[in-house]
Nanobody, 125 residues
C-alpha cells in the first residue's frame, strides 16, 4: 500500500489549496478514505471521511462548509479542497485509510492502518 500526498503550500488567510493523494497497492474503490492532520506540538486530528462510492462524506465541525473531500476511483486519487483557510488550519495533512471495524475515536492513530508521508499546509499573513 502506498499513499502519496501533494498540493500543500504557504497561503494567506482566506486563500485556497487543493490537496491530492495518489493511492496504490490496494483496491482503492473498496475503501472509505480519510484526511487527517497534525499541527506542531499537537495530536492527530481527523478532518474528513468519504465512503468508497463517494456518495457520503463527513467533516469535523471546524472545517465543515470550507473543506470538501472527494475522490476519483478511476484514477485512485483522493482530494481535499480547502477554501477560506485560517491560521488554525496550519498542519501536516495526511491521506489515511481507516480500519473498517474500528470503534474508537476518529482522531486516534489506531484508526488508520496506512498513512502517507504528509503534505505541509501553512496559513499565515
Amino acid at each position: 500500500v502506498q499513499l502519496v500526498e501533494s498540493g500543500g503550500g504557504l497561503v494567506q488567510p482566506g486563500g485556497s489549496l487543493r490537496l491530492s493523494c495518489a493511492a496504490s497497492g490496494f483496491t482503492f474503490n473498496r475503501y472509505t478514505m480519510s484526511w487527517v492532520r497534525q499541527a506542531p506540538g499537537k495530536g492527530l486530528e481527523w478532518v474528513a471521511d468519504i465512503n468508497s462510492g463517494a456518495d457520503s462524506s463527513y467533516y469535523r465541525v471546524s472545517v465543515k462548509g470550507r473543506f470538501t473531500i472527494s475522490r476519483d476511483n478511476g484514477q485512485n486519487t483522493l482530494y481535499l479542497q480547502m477554501n477560506n483557510l485560517k491560521p488554525e488550519d496550519t498542519a501536516l495533512y495526511y491521506c489515511a485509510r481507516p480500519l473498517t471495524d474500528y470503534s474508537g475515536g476518529y482522531s486516534s492513530g489506531e484508526r488508520y492502518d496506512y498513512r502517507g508521508q504528509g503534505t505541509q499546509v501553512t496559513v499565515t499573513s
